[in-house]
C-alpha cells in the first residue's frame, strides 16, 4: 500500500481538467465522474476502479497520453460502475481465473457505447467483440459465453511441435491469436513492479494488489462509497439521461447506456435473489448449523445418566438422544430445451452456484439434472465447470422433472427447475416441494401457467 498516495494539486488539475472534457462529451455521466475518489498509483497502467468508486489513477502514464485520451479513460470506467459490472460477474458465476476474460466482456459491451458516443481515442484503440468475430451490442454476458468456448477451444488444441533445430524460447502461446486479458491490453502484474493491465475489480476483473480495502480510506481521502451512496450516483447518473433524452432526442444516448438506465429507473418488480434465497431455506427445513435430536445416536455427555426414585434406589440408566446436524439436499433441474437460449442457461446455471454457496452443499447433496422432454443427463455439483456440458436441446417437459425426482431412492428435500416456462405441469402437488424460476419471461401466460402448489421466482438477466 505504500506505492498508493493523494494525487498532488497539480496532478489534481489533471483530473479535472479531464473530467470537464468527459462530460462535455457524456454529461449525463456527471454524478459518477464526482463520485470517483482519485488515487495516485505506479502499479496500474492507466486507470483501474474498485467497487468503492476509487480511482487508481497512474500520472506518469497518462499525463502523456494527452487530456482527451484520459477523458475518455474516466467514462470507460465510470461506464463499468454504472453497469454494475462487478455485481454481474457475481450472479453470472464468473470464477476466480475468469476475472481478466470478464472485464475484456465488460469491455465490449461498453466500448460500443463509448465509441457511439463520439469517444474518437478508444475507437481508435479499445477493444471491441469483432476481435473474436462477434457483433457489437450484446451483453456482457453474451460475449462471456463467447470467450469461455474460445478458451475451452484453445486449451483443446494441439501443441505446435518444434520443429528440428528450433530451441524452446519464443514458443508460440497456445492460446493462439485470442486475447487472454481485459482492460487497456495485456500482460499481468505478476510482480509488484509491473503495472497492472485491467480495469480493476470494479469493473469485475481482476483485483490488483493495490486496491485498498472497504475500511482503509488512505488517511481520509478515499473512503469507499457506501452502498446507499453507489445506489443514489447511479440513479442520479440515469435520472440525468432521461433528461438529456427528452432534450436533445432518444438517439442522443447510446443504445446500451439507454437500456441501463431503464433497468434503473424501473427496478425488477421481483427481488428475485433474496425470494429465490428464501424459498430454499424455507423448503429444505434446516440451514446448516442447525441441529435436531435422534434417538438413533445417543448423547454422549449423558452416556452415563442414572433414574434414581425419590430414595434414591437406581431404577434404570436414562437414554438421552443424541444431537444431528441434517443435512439439506437439493436436486436443479435446468431446462436444456431448444427455447432456451445460451444467455438464459448460464443464468440458470448461476442459480446452481448461488445455492451451493448459499446452503454449503455440493456433490451427492446437490444434484444437476438437463432435461427436455426427458432427463438427459445427471451429475453431482462439484463447481462452475460440472455445468459447462449441455445435453439435451430437444422439447420441453418439466413435469418429467417433477416425475423423476419422486422416483429417486433417495428423494431430495426439494427441487428446483430453471426454464423458460413454456412448458406443460402436472396438476397434482408432488411429494417434494418445487421451486419454479422463470428464466427471462417471455410471455405473461406462462406465469399464469405454473399451478399453484410450486413457489415461483421470476430470474431476470442483469445485463
Not at 468475430?133 to 454476458?141: A, I, N, Q, T
Not at 462509497?225 to 442522443?252: W, Y
Request: with cysteine; aromatic share 6%.
Amino acid at each position: 500500500m505504500s506505492n498508493l498516495t493523494t494525487p498532488t494539486a497539480e496532478q489534481m488539475l489533471h483530473f479535472q481538467a479531464w473530467r470537464a472534457d468527459a462530460l462535455q462529451i457524456m454529461p449525463y455521466m456527471a454524478s459518477i465522474a464526482f463520485s470517483l475518489r482519485p488515487v495516485n498509483t505506479t502499479m496500474v497502467d492507466t486507470f483501474a476502479v474498485d467497487p468503492g468508486h476509487r480511482l487508481y489513477i497512474n500520472f506518469e502514464n497518462t499525463i502523456s497520453k494527452g487530456k482527451r485520451f484520459c477523458a475518455e479513460g474516466l467514462l470507460h470506467e465510470c461506464s463499468h460502475l454504472l453497469a454494475e459490472h462487478a455485481m454481474l460477474a457475481e450472479t453470472g458465476g464468473v470464477k476466480d481465473d475468469e476475472r481478466k476474460a470478464w472485464n475484456m466482456a465488460g469491455d465490449f459491451a461498453i466500448n460500443d457505447d463509448l465509441r457511439d458516443a463520439g469517444c474518437d481515442a478508444l475507437a481508435a484503440h479499445g477493444v471491441f467483440a469483432k476481435i473474436i468475430g462477434e457483433d457489437d451490442y450484446k451483453s456482457p454476458l453474451y460475449y462471456m459465453d463467447v470467450l469461455r468456448r474460445l478458451q475451452k477451444a484453445a486449451k483443446n488444441k494441439p501443441k505446435p511441435q518444434p520443429q528440428p533445430g528450433e530451441g524452446g524460447a519464443g514458443e508460440q502461446d497456445d492460446s493462439g491469436d485470442q486475447p487472454d486479458d481485459g482492460g487497456d491490453g495485456g500482460g499481468e502484474s505478476g510482480q509488484d513492479q509491473t503495472p497492472m493491465r485491467g480495469c480493476g475489480s470494479g469493473a469485475g476483473g481482476q483485483k490488483g494488489n493495490f486496491e485498498l480495502d472497504d475500511d482503509d480510506s488512505l488517511g481520509g481521502k478515499a473512503e469507499a462509497a457506501s452502498g446507499v451512496e453507489k445506489n443514489l450516483v447511479r440513479i442520479a447518473a440515469a435520472s440525468a439521461v432521461r433528461q438529456h433524452q427528452e432534450q436533445k432526442g432518444i438517439g442522443s444516448v447510446p443504445g446500451g447506456i439507454a437500456e441501463i438506465v431503464d433497468r434503473i429507473l424501473t427496478p425488477t418488480k421481483t427481488p428475485w435473489e433474496r425470494v429465490l434465497a428464501s424459498y430454499v431455506r424455507r423448503c429444505v427445513a434446516y440451514k446448516s448449523g442447525h441441529h435436531d435430536t435422534s434417538y438413533q445416536r445417543r448423547n454422549r455427555r449423558r452416556m452415563n445418566e442414572e433414574m434414581c426414585d425419590r430414595a434414591g434406589n437406581v431404577l434404570g440408566r436414562v437414554i438421552a438422544p443424541g444431537y444431528i446436524k441434517p443435512i439439506p439436499s437439493l436436486h436443479f433441474y435446468r431446462d436444456t430445451s431448444g427455447t432456451m437460449s445460451e444467455n438464459d442457461m448460464s443464468l440458470a446455471s448461476s442459480q446452481v452456484i448461488a445455492i451451493a454457496r448459499k446452503l454449503g452443499i455440493r456433490g451427492n447433496d446437490l444434484m444437476v439434472s438437463d432435461i427436455d422432454t426427458d432427463v438427459a443427463h445427471t451429475r453431482k455439483f462439484t463447481g462452475a465447470a460440472s455445468l459447462d456440458e449441455v445435453h439435451g436441446r430437444g422439447g420441453t417437459d418439466m413435469g418429467r422433472a417433477i416425475e423423476h425426482a419422486c422416483d429417486l431412492r433417495r428423494k431430495p428435500s426439494a427441487i428446483v427447475i430453471a426454464t423458460d416456462g413454456e412448458t406443460g405441469w402436472p396438476q397434482e402437488p408432488p411429494s417434494v416441494p418445487v421451486i419454479v424460476l422463470l428464466v427471462n419471461l417471455r410471455s405473461d401466460f406462462w406465469r399464469e401457467n405454473v399451478p399453484a402448489w410450486a413457489h415461483v421466482v421470476e430470474v431476470e438477466n442483469h445485463e
